[in-house]
């Protein structure tokens, strides 16, 4: 983002509100990425700031032209993950609330509404008793709509990889939720 380059620069110069315009501009999106992988407010808070001090640490000796939204995924994706590992026993499940949050506002009829929120829990249980890299790139793929790309970057793999886990946690979730929300065959698969 060129916004990004000319505020890394100004902070780079000894302008430190060019600092909180750039913590201005990602924190939600951040929010959003830990929130998915942490499945807790409170430590997702924690994990926006803990990647916005290493950034604070980092920007001096960072390139203006680097990609600032891959490093600060990246760095997010590295301090939740550890985290998580550090407290396997804690509860993962995101609420129902959570789920509303990063699926988006709603419009429809309140049946539509009530239909999609029981599909939507299934689906999000499903969801979450996927592998951890698996249910990694599909929340970013698909709740956080970043490209296979973008994803390669904040994980540090390549975008063969991440199709990979892409596509098996495709299977995985078509095996899953097979017959029980909705036919997931369409005319070609049966073919």
Known sequence: MPNDEVLIT??????????????SLHASKVFALAWGVMHNREDAVDAVQEVFIRLH????GMSPTDNLSAW???VCLNHCIDRRRRHKNAPS?????DWDRLQGPDVDQPEEITLRMDQSRI???AVDHLPEKQRIVFVLRHYRLMSISEIADALECSVGAVKA?????TANLRLSLKGIIFPLTTEVDRK
């Not at 100004?10 to 750039?22: T, V």
């Not at 499940?93 to 609330?97: M, Q, R, S």
């Open 123 to 125: 689906i999000r249980a």
């Open 57 to 60: 640490k980092a920007l001096p």
């Open 165 to 169: 886990h892409q596509s098996r946690a």
């Open 93 to 97: 499940e995101l609420t129902d609330e």
């Open 72 to 74: 600060l995924y990246r």
């Open 10 to 23: 100004r902070f780079q110069r000894g302008e430190s509100e060019a600092f909180d315009r750039l913590m």
